[in-house]
């Protein structure tokens, strides 16, 4: 918005350079923003959701984790917003949205992944507090700090909390009938909101289980491990 104003400025009288140029820039960007960026976030959401539903009804088990595994880099996007609809239309439809409760297992694989870096890499204080700072909000279902503070800049680590997501959703996937009676509340929180309870504390430990084994075994890239040390060490 700020270079419209700039060019919108260059062109305006000066004695209309207080108000115009700021008020063009406003409308300008708001009428793109309703009429060209937010039809194609629409489309790119209902492509995604289509997706996910398809996969649901034809891949049985292994959807659940496929879709449990691309949450993760939906939520860095900020695009997984655009399931709410969804998850409102299947509680509507069912009394529960078992999509939901598949989504909440991405948060699983993070966590995992956290306790596999606190334990691989304890002697790294730059690792060690990111990993203390995001894991609380991991465990009650706030994936963002460990995205952004962690996985990400660790490179593969995220990949491996995907993995780690894909086991427990295709655990979920093997118990019918089982999803969230409400939204907003995941983590192991989602226990309290699951159909079957028990069905979602097995595949949220098994989330977490994979994690911290994938995270393990594949460790962390050793460049991003020194830049979090450095960062510690200023």
């Known amino acids: 918005m700020h270079g419209f104003e700039i060019k919108i400025k260059k062109h305006t009288p000066e004695a209309l350079r207080i108000h115009v140029p700021a008020l063009c820039a406003i409308i300008i960007t708001g ?16 492509a995604v959701t289509a997706a996910f539903l398809w996969m649901l009804d ?15 880099p939906l939520v860095m996007t900020g695009m997984h917003q655009g399931l709410t ?15 939901y409760a598949c989504c909440s297992m991405a948060g699983g694989g993070q966590v995992g992944a956290g306790l596999a ?39 593969k680590v995220f990949v491996e909390a995907c993995l780690g997501a894909f086991v ?26 699951n159909t079957k309870p028990m069905a979602y504390l097995i595949a949220y430990l098994a989330s977490i289980a994979a994690g911290f084994a994938f995270t393990y075994i594949g460790g962390a890239d050793k460049k991003a491990l020194a830049d979090f040390e450095e960062v510690s060490g200023e």
């Open 31 to 46: 009428l793109v923003t309703i009429y060209v960026l937010q039809p194609v976030g629409g489309l790119i959401t209902e």
């Open 58 to 72: 034809n891949l049985g088990f292994v959807a659940y984790g496929l879709i449990a595994a691309l949450f993760l």
């Open 85 to 99: 609809p969804v998850h409102t239309a299947l509680i509507q439809q069912l009394g529960y949205t078992p999509l």
């Open 117 to 155: 870096l606190l334990v691989k890499y304890k002697n790294n204080k730059g690792v060690k507090k990111a990993v203390i700072g995001g894991l609380p909000a991991g465990i009650l279902g706030i994936g963002e700090p460990l995205i952004f503070g962690v996985s990400l800049p660790l490179g």
């Open 168 to 193: 427990g959703g295709a655990v979920l996937g093997m118990f019918p009938g089982q999803g969230a009676i409400t939204l907003n509340v995941s983590g192991i929180l989602g226990t309290l909101v």
